[in-house]
């Protein structure tokens, strides 16, 4: 048992390396250390978290930027407009009288205050935009200046000595996790947790290792196979792949066959290398794996046994989100090599089901369905009872493959439209074509099931004004999608919160929205009748060994 999360200041948990905000003070002199503390702290902030450009932070109109959101530059300099006028436009400092040798940031001049330029220490690429149709379009992006990309590059250099995590109050990571009783810290439910969970999570350096020098040794054939003059196939390059690792594990030319992704007799491989011959082998995912792995690595130096920090804050509907996006948002591939060993337990279409069994459950008894609504229930148990034969069949039908077709249902859950509309998801994730989009909207199945989720709003939401999920956080009515986000997404995080409950917190490594990953193996079985105790709730696991 845990004590209650306290309430949180929102930069408490902004945590950055002494060493980093030690090297600027060196680096950057008089300049950096007559800033006030938060300013300063702000700076520390950036270079630690967004020294690297990962698919966590990477900008989506220029990849060689990172994005940071107004409130997260708050979070790091308390107002915007103190960072705009210190990195962009200029500012002033004013002697303060209280303590001899500090300062106080003014945006204007005041009497006694002395002007300095801008330090240009941060560099726009990116000016935010206002989105289309009401949509919030992107966010501003920047780059380090070569002064503070030198300061992560001597950090990063210091390879033996464990680096210090503090914040703004000098608290370390260590402190405030303590005060905490624990990792998770409900910042947006205010709930009281009654278990908490490890902030160290043990990772394997080993596999990590292997797994970057496997992407070092196909870097440059992928590189030549996005150049014009090379017409290197990705089935080449993963055919070169499998044979090098069939090699490495004493595997005959002639029996490499075994290994390739066409034969599929390869489940003796470790399951990042599954993962990672079967995704997207591009030159930006390869140099974000390794960077990912930089992370972890440099996480994890010098300590006794090799473990990163990794605290969860709620996100606005109560799912717990890996500060940083540490493992929870990395490529599979690098999640799978950091905890090889591990087991996920993940919900099986824990959405649906959970949908499913509210609107048949005891609370709509007296509610008459239509034969449309009926057909459309139908419809939604009929995947539940066999999903996989639902995918294919659907996927046959309409000319796509079955990830996308698992996506399309995925976004159908949440009240996606049926709609041959440009800006509707199902178009984005069917790539705008026409021919697939025409088939899949107008398939019967599609069009009963989409019927099932404009039932569930009807029967959840109706004609709230404002919309209480299962962890008690109310926000107001908006589209149809959120408010069934909200609702869903607080479901899972009560049935996530009793996994956590009945479980060791020393065998929990990670928590994956969900599904949480352990460090041994646990009996599915036992997790779904905690789950039924806990919340009524009839759910199945999958497990997967990594």
């Keep these: 048992m845990s004590k209650p999360t306290k309430s949180i200041g929102r930069n408490t948990l902004n945590f950055y390396y002494k060493e980093v905000f030690d090297e600027l003070e060196k680096t950057l002199g008089e300049t950096f250390t007559n800033l006030p ?40 300099f308390n107002d915007a ?26 945006r204007k001049e005041e009497k006694d205050s002395t002007y ?58 260590t402190e405030v996790v303590e005060g905490n009783g624990g990792a998770l810290f409900a910042t ?41 003059e090379y017409k290197q196939s990705r089935w080449e390059i993963l055919r070169g792949v499998e044979r090098r690792i069939a090699a490495g594990r004493g595997v005959e030319e002639e029996e490499a066959e075994e290994f390739t992704i066409g034969g599929v007799k390869y489940n003796s491989l470790p399951t990042y290398i599954k993962s990672f011959l079967g995704s997207d082998l591009t030159m930006n995912s390869l140099t974000q794996r390794l960077k990912e792995i930089d992370k972890l690595e440099e996480l994890a130096r010098g300590k006794e046994t090799s473990s990163i920090p990794i605290i969860y804050k709620e996100a606005s509907t109560g799912r717990y989100t890996a500060l940083g996006g540490l493992l929870q948002s990395y490529h599979k591939s690098v999640r799978y090599a950091a905890l090889q060993g591990c087991y996920e337990y993940d919900l099986d279409t824990a959405h649906q089901n959970i949908l499913f069994q509210l609107l048949t459950s005891y609370d709509f008894f007296d509610y008459e369905f239509t034969k449309e609504e009926s057909e459309s229930l139908d419809r939604l148990h009929y995947y539940l009872e066999d999903k996989n034969d639902v995918r294919v069949n659907l996927a046959i039908d309409t000319n796509t493959d079955i990830a996308k ?26 790539d705008h074509n026409e021919h697939q989009i025409n088939k899949f909207i107008n398939h019967p ?12 709003n009807k029967l959840l939401v109706g004609d709230k ?52 990953v352990f460090y041994n193996r646990q009996d599915p079985k036992h997790l779904s009748n905690i789950v039924q105790e806990e919340t009524g709730f009839t759910l199945q696991f999958s497990e997967e060994l990594y």
Aim: glycine share 4%; proline share 2%.
């Design 37 to 76: 503390q938060r300013i300063k702290s702000g700076y520390a902030n950036v270079v630690t978290k967004h020294s690297r450009i990962t698919k966590t932070n990477q900008h989506i109109k220029d990849p060689e930027s990172f994005y940071m959101l107004d409130r997260e530059v708050e979070s790091y």
């Design 81 to 106: 407009r103190d960072f705009r006028c210190v990195n962009d436009t200029g500012y002033y400092l004013l002697p303060n009288k209280k303590e001899k040798g500090a300062y106080t940031l003014k």
């Design 116 to 173: 300095f330029n801008p330090t240009n220490w941060l560099i726009s690429t990116v000016m935010a935009a206002n989105g289309v149709n009401g949509q919030p379009g992107w966010t501003n992006g920047f780059k380090l200046s070569d002064q503070l990309q030198n300061v992560a590059d001597k950090v990063e250099a210091i390879k033996d000595k464990e680096l210090t995590l503090i914040n703004h109050k000098q608290q370390t990571i």
């Design 188 to 228: 947006e439910s205010k709930s009281r947790l009654t278990s908490n969970l490890n902030l160290e999570v043990t990772i394997n350096l080993q596999t990590l290792k292997e797994h970057k020098d496997l992407i070092m040794e196909i870097g440059g054939e992928v590189w030549k196979s996005e150049q014009d």
């Design 405 to 430: 077709t698992k996506e399309a249902l995925q976004a159908l859950t949440y009240g996606a439209q049926l709609a041959d509309n440009p800006m509707r998801s199902i178009n984005e994730i069917l």
């Design 445 to 456: 199945f599609t069009q009963a099931y989409a019927n099932a989720f404009n039932l569930a």
């Design 465 to 516: 004004q404002t919309i209480t999920n299962e962890v008690g956080i109310t926000v107001d009515r908006r589209s149809k999608s959120k408010n069934l986000a909200h609702i869903l997404q607080g479901y899972e995080r009560s049935v996530i919160d009793a996994i956590i409950k009945h479980s060791n917190k020393d065998d929990i490594a990670l928590l994956l929205h969900d599904c949480v």
